[in-house]
Structures are given as C-alpha cells and as structure tokens.
C-alpha cells in the first residue's frame, strides 16, 4: 500500500471528472462538483484510503438522486394537496364554528409548508422535508437539488 497526498483541488477535479463518466449533463456535473466540493474541502476523505470509481460511482447509481426544480414542485404540490385533503375530510366535522375550523386548517396549511418548503427556501443540509422519497439535501442549484436517500 502507498500513502500518497493529494491537493483538495486535484481530488475535487479527479472525483468530478469521475462524474463525467456517468452523464455529460453540465447542469449535473455542477451540481455533483459541489457536492464533492463540500465533502472535500469539508475534510470527509483526509486520512482516508481513495478509489475514486468507487465513490463517484456508488454515490451517482446507489446513494444519491437528482430531482429538477419541476419535480420537486410537483412532489410539493401533490404532498399538500393530499395533506390538506386528509385534513378537511377528518376534522370539518368536529368544530361548531366554521371559523375556529377555518383557523385551525389554516395553521395545519402553514405547517405542511414548513415541512415542505419552496424550491427556492431548501437548504444543503436539510433533512426534514416530509415528502416521501426525500432524505438530506447534499448539494443544489438554482433548479437542482441532490438528495440522500
């Protein structure tokens, strides 16, 4: 085995150029330099042994996905309908006064989109959204995000 050291910039261009392998997407390949470029320069491969086919290619067919902003937004849009529908059909029953449930399935609309937030209000690192096939944020651009799950 040989130790070798390696300049972070070099790793990001070795790992990104890796991602080039599986798609000649430039919006992608951006989005997947800064993931790398976090990971990297955040210090999760210092001291680490390297194959960088593994990693980029485990990374891109088995731990991580691509959704566009149109997707997401549709995900979003779906996740609150179905929400806000289960809502009505379970609780409109139980208040006398239209108006204290009118109040109340407005704060649950305010919830679900907290849990669900806009394309534009997700942030790396965030691992809270609800929607079901959704699990941490690793990286995003202005209309792609890329998820953990």
Not at 96 to 114: N, P, S, V, W
Not at 135 to 147: N, Q
Request: proline share 1%; with cysteine; hydrophobic share 35%.
């Amino acid at each position: 085995m040989i130790t070798v050291k390696i300049d972070e910039a070099d790793l990001l261009d070795m790992l990104v150029d890796r991602v080039g392998y599986w798609t000649d997407d430039r919006d992608v390949k951006e989005l997947y330099s800064k993931y790398y470029e976090n990971m990297v320069y955040g210090g999760c491969f210092e001291g680490a042994e390297l194959d960088i086919h593994s990693i980029v290619d485990n990374d891109y067919v088995n731990y991580l996905t691509v959704v566009d902003r149109k997707e997401y937004e549709e995900d979003r849009t779906e996740y609150l309908r179905d929400n806000i529908k289960n809502f009505i059909e379970e609780n409109q029953d139980l208040y006398e006064e239209k108006e204290d449930f009118l109040a109340e399935l407005k704060d649950k609309i305010e919830e679900l989109k907290e849990e669900a937030p806009e394309f534009d209000d997700l942030e790396v690192g965030e691992s809270s959204i609800e929607l079901d096939r959704y699990g941490c944020i690793e990286a995003k651009t202005d209309d792609l995000i890329l998820i953990r799950y």
